[in-house]
């Protein structure tokens, strides 16, 4: 019997090993916003394609991505929505746990920036009345794939030219990957230069559906 179980939590700990990784994190987080190339991976991840490779290959031996061919391309994907699942309920741990985790969170975020005294499901009312505008600042290709309701995609390399689109008599929401990424932060920081009322949600398209709320797909 001792050998059954040692067996059996041996299987289980494939699964810790495979994300005992800061790169292989950052991977599954990159996959929670749609498939992608090993290259598209890489550049994203800012690693080489063979450290890529070799780092989805782990992945995908512990059953946690999948891939498909296209053409002379072999594309990547989370096996399902549960990987993203466990990608937030491991990192909220580490923020509930871990000081020296929410002290780098709180560096991110600009004083008076963060979305605060409106919950999640208030924040959709208004944004489908018009009162606020949520803005997706990942690229385009990762708003196709699943965005909050009543989203606009507006990639942050193209925010500075389509300033003039923004309302300035309302609101403006911007998010992306989740909270360590540093897009929404960017574009909050230059809102709020350029005079507009701008905050950041450190929710992306994992998280909100984690909380159990709606994703457009």
């Given at each position: ?114 979305l605060e005294g409106i ?31 009543h989203a606009r995609s ?64």
């Open positions: 019997m001792r050998e059954i179980k040692d067996r059996l939590y041996e299987q289980v700990a494939r699964i810790g090993k495979a994300v005992a990784s800061p790169k292989r994190l950052e991977l599954i987080e990159l996959l929670c916003q749609g498939e992608k190339s090993v290259e598209l991976l890489a550049a994203q991840a800012e690693i080489s394609v063979k450290l890529a490779s070799a780092h989805l290959r782990e992945l995908r031996l512990a059953r946690l991505v999948d891939t498909r061919k296209a053409g002379k391309y072999v594309v990547y994907r989370l096996a399902s929505d549960s990987v993203a699942d466990l990608w937030v309920s491991l990192r909220a741990q580490a923020e509930e746990r871990l000081v020296e985790l929410q002290v780098a969170l709180s560096d991110l975020v600009s004083q008076g920036g963060e919950d999640r499901k208030t924040m959709l009312k208004k944004a489908a009345a018009g009162e606020l505008l949520v803005l997706d600042v990942r690229p385009a290709e990762e708003y196709a794939v699943a965005h909050l309701p507006l990639p942050v390399d193209e925010l500075k030219k389509r300033l003039a689109e923004l309302p300035k008599d309302m609101p403006l929401v911007a998010y992306c990957r989740g909270p360590f990424c540093l897009m929404a932060k960017s574009a909050v920081d230059l809102l709020r230069k350029r005079g507009y009322q701008a905050f950041h949600l450190s929710d992306g398209v994992a998280e909100w559906r984690a909380r159990g709320l709606p994703v457009t797909t």
